[in-house]
């Protein structure tokens, strides 16, 4: 039983524009949101957070929005950049555990 | 930032043989740290949490004595899957959560590509 889900395995994007990346969760339970972003042949790299009890949180290009009522997380990447294509792990953690999604691979296009 | 270092980075054995990896926090001290492993295509499953000077604890599923984990210092984590089989073979990846903090994200080693002939 997947408690994270990404529905999405692959998101294409010209370079500038907006990247959307979406995640679904199943346990009210998750005290916090972490999105992590993964290059090929290496280990997930930790980008951003958001607790529970926020619904936004910016931090340059890349914005994280809860809705906790839809049990709905998304990654906001403006502008989109070429460097940014990678593939990208939504997770939730309960502060014991941490459960990943099943990825979103990136293609940002020159 | 945080460094977590996985070693080796590639490992192709015989079946029955057994692989032990290595996990350690190069700038931090971690209480905890966790095993993953990875299918293609597939999300990171938690295979078990390692805390140091206690045993570790596996998720359901994982066969302890198949996978033998050793968390002897505050810095090193280490994996052994004894008597691998092909079916093992897979991608591991150990991360480490720092100690002393109300709560810090995982810092993720590079992983282990595991195959077994």
């Known amino acids: 039983d997947q408690q994270v889900k990404q529905n999405s395995p692959s998101l294409s994007v010209q370079e500038g524009r907006i990247s959307i990346l979406n995640c679904d969760y199943t346990?009210?339970?998750?005290?916090?949101f972490l999105w992590y972003k993964k290059y090929p042949a290496e280990g997930p790299t930790f980008l951003i957070s958001?607790?529970?009890?926020?619904d936004k949180n910016e931090d340059g290009r890349f914005t994280v929005f809860l809705n906790k009522s839809a049990k709905h997380l998304s990654l906001h990447i403006v502008p989109s950049q070429p460097g940014d294509s990678a593939v990208y792990f939504c997770?939730?953690?309960?502060?014991?555990?941490?459960?990943f999604g099943s990825g979103t691979k990136l293609n940002v296009k020159p | 930032g945080a460094v977590v270092s996985q070693h080796p980075s590639r490992v192709i054995c015989k079946s029955g043989t057994s692989v032990k990896i290595e996990c350690r926090s190069l700038?931090?001290?971690?209480?905890?740290m966790f095993w993953y492993r990875q299918f293609p295509k597939q999300s990171l499953m938690l295979m078990a949490t390692?805390?140091?000077?206690?045993?570790?604890?596996?998720e359901q599923g994982v066969e302890k004595d198949k996978f033998l984990i050793n968390h002897a210092s505050l810095t090193l984590s280490t994996l052994t899957v004894t008597s691998a089989h092909p079916e093992d073979s897979s991608f591991y990846i150990c991360?480490?959560?720092?100690?002393?903090?109300?709560?810090?994200?995982?810092?993720f080693g590079d992983g282990t590509r595991l195959s077994i002939l």
């Open positions: 991360s480490a959560r720092p100690r002393d903090t109300v709560w810090q994200p995982q810092h």
């Open positions: 346990n009210s339970m998750f005290d916090y």
């Open positions: 958001i607790s529970s009890i926020k």
């Open positions: 997770a939730a953690t309960n502060f014991n555990k941490f459960y």
């Open positions: 700038d931090f001290q971690a209480t905890t």
């Open positions: 390692s805390n140091e000077g206690s045993k570790a604890t596996y």
